[in-house]
Each structure stands twice: as C-alpha cells, then as structure tokens.
C-alpha cells in the first residue's frame, strides 16, 4: 500500500508565497512521475505542473513562471513552490503520484488535498 501526505497550504495574501509538500511512503520501488492538480468547486481537476523521474518539468500556462515544481527522488517527496500568487490561484491542491512502481506493478495514487486561498 502507498500512502502520500500533503502539507503546506494555507492562507496567503495576493503577491505573496507558499510551498506545498508530498510525501509517498509504503510499498515503492520507484516514483517515475509526479504532479500537482488544483480544483475549485463545480470545475474540473486541473493539471498544474508535472515532473518525471529524469527531472523534466512542465507547467499549465497560467502559472508558468510563477510556480515551481521539485523533487527529491531519493525521498520520494516532491513540492510545488507558488510564487506571485493571484486570488485565482485559490483551489484545493492534490498531488499525485501518476507511475508508482511497487512489487505489484505501476500504479496511480492521489493525496489528501490541501487548501490554498488567496485573498487580501
């Protein structure tokens, strides 16, 4: 079994910053690809940032340059730097560790969630 535990969100006021945590612990061999999604109600996960095993990383466009998306692979732990944040950047904030590979093949794992909110 995998478990990843979420910390980090919280409120912050436009302009300013936050470092959002994952942690996958349990059965792992490898954690091949990880990201980072944000939900607002009655709207779809979106992806914000990925990052695979070789440290290649991608962005959704509207945070590009903002937010920065990092990883100890060693530790199977990885973060999502928030930088310049805008009241639009308020969501819940799931990691996701998209290819686990364990003892019982490649699997998919989501975290709890944590909120951000941004607001004067």
């Known amino acids: 079994q995998v478990r990843l535990e979420e910390s980090g969100g919280g409120l912050v006021q436009p302009g300013g910053s936050l470092t959002l945590s994952c942690a996958a612990s349990g059965n792992i061999v490898h954690v091949l690809d990880m990201s980072w999604y944000r939900q607002t109600p009655g709207k779809e996960r979106e992806l914000v940032a990925t990052i695979t095993f070789d440290g290649t990383a991608k962005y959704t466009n509207s945070v590009k340059g903002r937010f920065t998306i990092s990883t100890d692979n060693a530790k199977n732990t990885w973060w999502l730097h928030l930088t310049s944040l805008k009241p639009e950047d308020t969501a819940v904030y799931y990691c996701?560790?998209?290819?686990?590979?364990?003892?019982?093949?490649?699997?998919?794992?989501w975290g709890q969630g944590t909120q951000v909110t941004v607001s004067s």
């Open positions: 996701s560790a998209d290819r686990v590979l364990t003892e019982t093949g490649v699997h998919h794992y």
